[in-house]
């Protein structure tokens, strides 16, 4: 089987999740999640500080996720790493869920995006990475800044800040 990949390059070893989940519908589901942050990033201003700025990438990185899955030089076992940070974005209930505490409830999903992403570093070139990323800065320089931040924003008493700070 051959696919087209988002990059316009053909390679075998497409993902199921591809299959099933377009780029319209990835592109749809990216668009309402970066305008649901945005208003709640608007809402809360200052309130949420340096939150925002991690959220805001939240999009950024599951369209990562599922564009690197439907790339043939990305191996099987990082596609199905990155099936599982797919799946992890969509599921409605996991470690902090966005069912209960809105957009801020994406931290986890964005710490355990970049796990995957830091992960495939080990054995895919960084131009792939790059080539997929829709972000504003490196995607390297934000995996690193969020796993340099991943334990003040998934600890102990971040449900304990978040509710304080959904007031």
Same mark, same amino acid.
């Given at each position: 089987?051959?696919?087209?990949?988002?990059?316009?390059?053909?390679?075998?070893?497409?993902?199921?999740?591809?299959?099933?989940?377009?780029?319209?519908?990835?592109?749809?589901?990216?668009?309402?999640?970066?305008?649901?942050?945005?208003?709640?990033?608007?809402?809360?201003?200052?309130?949420?500080?340096?939150?925002?700025?991690?959220?805001?990438?939240?999009?950024?990185?599951?369209?990562?996720?599922?564009? +690197? !899955?439907?790339?043939? *030089? /990305?191996? &099987?076992?990082?596609?199905? #790493?990155?099936?599982?940070?797919?799946?992890?974005? =969509?599921?409605?209930?996991?470690?902090?869920?966005?069912?209960?505490?809105?957009?801020?409830?994406?931290?986890?999903?964005?710490?355990?995006?970049?796990?995957?992403?830091?992960?495939?570093?080990?054995?895919?070139?960084?131009?792939?990475?790059?080539?997929?990323?829709?972000?504003?800065?490196?995607? +390297? !320089?934000?995996?690193? *800044? /969020?796993? &340099?931040?991943?334990?003040? #924003?998934?600890?102990?008493?971040?449900?304990?800040? =978040?509710?304080?700070?959904?007031?």
């Amino acid at each position: 089987m051959s696919t087209t990949t988002t990059t316009g390059e053909t390679g075998s070893g497409s993902s199921p999740m591809t299959e099933t989940f377009s780029e319209e519908k990835a592109r749809r589901y990216y668009d309402r999640l970066r305008e649901r942050i945005h208003a709640y990033a608007e809402g809360k201003g200052k309130v949420a500080g340096k939150t925002s700025d991690f959220l805001l990438l939240v999009p950024d990185m599951f369209l990562l996720l599922w564009r +690197l !899955a439907g790339d043939g *030089r /990305v191996s &099987g076992r990082n596609k199905a #790493l990155l099936g599982s940070g797919i799946a992890y974005f =969509l599921f409605p209930l996991d470690l902090v869920p966005e069912l209960f505490l809105g957009p801020a409830g994406f931290l986890d999903d964005l710490v355990f995006a970049a796990y995957i992403v830091n992960r495939m570093l080990a054995d895919t070139p960084p131009e792939i990475l790059r080539r997929h990323w829709s972000g504003r800065e490196d995607v +390297l !320089a934000a995996v690193q *800044r /969020v796993l &340099g931040s991943a334990d003040q #924003l998934v600890r102990g008493d971040l449900l304990r800040r =978040l509710k304080r700070m959904m007031r």
